[in-house]
């Protein structure tokens, strides 16, 4: 069982910028994709961006160019850094964790989210 939390939200100005954090409880080497999700009232969630244990990203359309996402192995740690925030990046955020294990269990862990709010 993983844990994950979420730090880092809070209200800004467009054009600002912002950094989410999410600690996990356990190492985070050996996930598959640790991911970060966003959803605004009375709208679906979506993919805001993704790390594979490899290293590669992938990046929703709306974000490509302004969010990056990183990660800490030793502090079991992934982070979004938010640059040129706009107001339709309003949403709760929240940390995901995918585990493909080698046996072909998998898993899926969701942090309780953090709210960003980006006024014009």
């Not at 996402?69 to 929240?94: G, H």
Request: charged share 15%.
């Amino acid at each position: 069982q993983v844990q994950l939390v979420e730090s880092g939200g809070g209200l800004v100005q467009a054009g600002g910028s912002l950094r989410l954090s999410c600690a996990a409880s356990k190492s985070i080497t050996s996930i598959s994709y640790m991911s970060w999700y966003r959803q605004a009232p009375g709208k679906q969630r979506e993919l805001v961006a993704t790390v594979a244990s490899g290293g590669n990203t992938n990046y929703g359309a709306s974000v490509k160019g302004r969010f990056t996402i990183s990660r800490d192995n030793a502090l079991n740690t992934v982070y979004l850094q938010m640059n040129s925030l706009k107001p339709e990046d309003t949403a709760i955020y929240y940390c995901n964790a995918y585990q493909l294990r080698a046996w072909g269990a998998t898993h899926d862990y969701w942090g309780q989210g953090t709210q960003v709010t980006v006024s014009s």
